[in-house]
T-cell receptor
Framework: DTGVSQDPRHKITKRGQNVTFRCDPI?????LYWYRQTLGQGPEFLTY????????KSRLLSDRFSAERPKGSFSTLEIQRTEQGDSAMYLC??????????????FGEGSWLTVV | QQQVKQSPQSLIVQKGGIPIINCAYE??????FPWYQQFPGKGPALLIA?????SEKKEGRFTISFNKSAKQFSLHIMDSQPGDSATYFC???????????FGSGTRLSIRP
């Protein structure tokens, strides 16, 4: 098991373009999370899936953001009409309920987005 | 609204010293308090975690002290090494939810 995998690791896009990030969680982890992190700040929760169901969305997730997990395995996060304020690292994480230290959440390496 | 407040923002310690990072929370519904370590360009990695029914937990050189009545918890790093230089985040999770909420982070630098 190679951990949580994210792709692409880096993306530079022009303002107004759409971008999509992919996350492959640790196998058999049924919970998947998306967080956003800007420089000098802690990760901020965006949304969370249990299997294919999106159970919670943060108010940070504007209408331009959409996340899917169609088969309960990998997930995509799409940002439409990107703005410079969307520049951040987008972190994906996964967990399995009841594991060890109470639902430990494991993070991927993140996808860096720069909007120019 | 910052639900988990972390201090200091940055910390410089000599090798072998004991850096201490503090966190405070307000919501008594939190039932799980992890600490994450993050190196530049990497995702956060779980370091150690504690539940509120325990006052202290040690794993190797890392210790969490937990004060439930004061709603505060702290991370101590014994015999600190330059390789411990990283950003540390405290976090908390609601008992009824799955997501974790992070503090703002402490940038730790261990001088050789």
């Amino acid at each position: 098991d190679t951990g949580v995998s994210q792709d692409p690791r880096h993306k530079i896009t022009k303002r107004g373009q759409n971008v999509t990030f992919r996350c492959d969680p640790i196998s058999e982890h049924n919970r998947l999370y998306w967080y956003r992190q800007t420089l000098g700040q802690g990760p901020e929760f965006l949304t969370y899936f249990q299997n294919e169901a999106q159970l919670e969305k943060s108010r940070l997730l504007s209408d331009r953001f959409s996340a899917e997990r169609p088969k309960g395995s990998f997930s995509t996060l799409e940002i439409q009409r990107t703005e410079q304020g969307d520049s951040a690292m987008y972190l994906c994480a996964s967990s399995f309920p009841g594991e060890g230290s109470g639902n430990t959440i494991y993070f991927g390496e993140g996808s860096w987005l720069t909007v120019v | 609204q910052q639900q988990v407040k972390q201090s200091p923002q940055s910390l410089i310690v000599q090798k072998g010293g004991i850096p201490i990072i503090n966190c405070a929370y307000e919501n008594t519904a939190f039932d799980y308090f992890p600490w994450y370590q993050q190196f530049p360009g990497k995702g956060p990695a779980l370091l150690i975690a504690i539940r509120p029914d325990v006052s202290e937990k040690k794993e190797g050189r890392f210790t969490i002290s937990f004060n439930k009545s004061a709603k505060q918890f702290s991370l101590h790093i014994m015999d600190s090494q330059p390789g411990d230089s990283a950003t540390y985040f405290c976090a908390a999770r609601y008992s009824s939810a799955s997501k974790i909420i992070f503090g703002s982070g402490t940038r730790l630098s261990i001088r050789p």
